[in-house]
């Protein structure tokens, strides 16, 4: 288990005609969370060299302006080419959002996978024991 977590302000252009928070926004906040999580590894190993493979996104309860979303990175499990994200959304208590997502790490000049870089590994693995 990982225990990753931000803080996001729902801004009212991000609010739908119902008052909820816009599912493309939701999806947004949710790369916002990977972005950061996997920036705070601090792992110097080609960090751009990544493409998302796939999202889902489970909308649990509503979510609303006016109320700051703790977002957390619950889990991530290392394949051989590609990353699985876990994570969550909260708005005070109550639990709004959860979702995967996967990220594949990608030689883009020959547009072929390649093995995730130990570093990451590494990293991942030490905030999973920590």
Known sequence: MIDFSITLS?????TDAM???NNASIAAWFEVLRVRFMESLDVDALGRSWILASVHIDYV???FYGED???RIVDAVVGNTSITFHG???QGERQTLKGTAV???????????????DAYREAINSRRNA
């Open 10 to 14: 729902p801004r009212l252009y991000e």
């Open 19 to 21: 008052g909820h928070i």
């Open 61 to 63: 309860g509503e979510t």
């Open 69 to 71: 979303v703790t977002g």
């Open 88 to 90: 969550e959304m909260y």
């Open 103 to 117: 990220l594949v790490h990608m030689e883009y000049e020959t547009k072929t996978t390649v093995r995730v870089p």
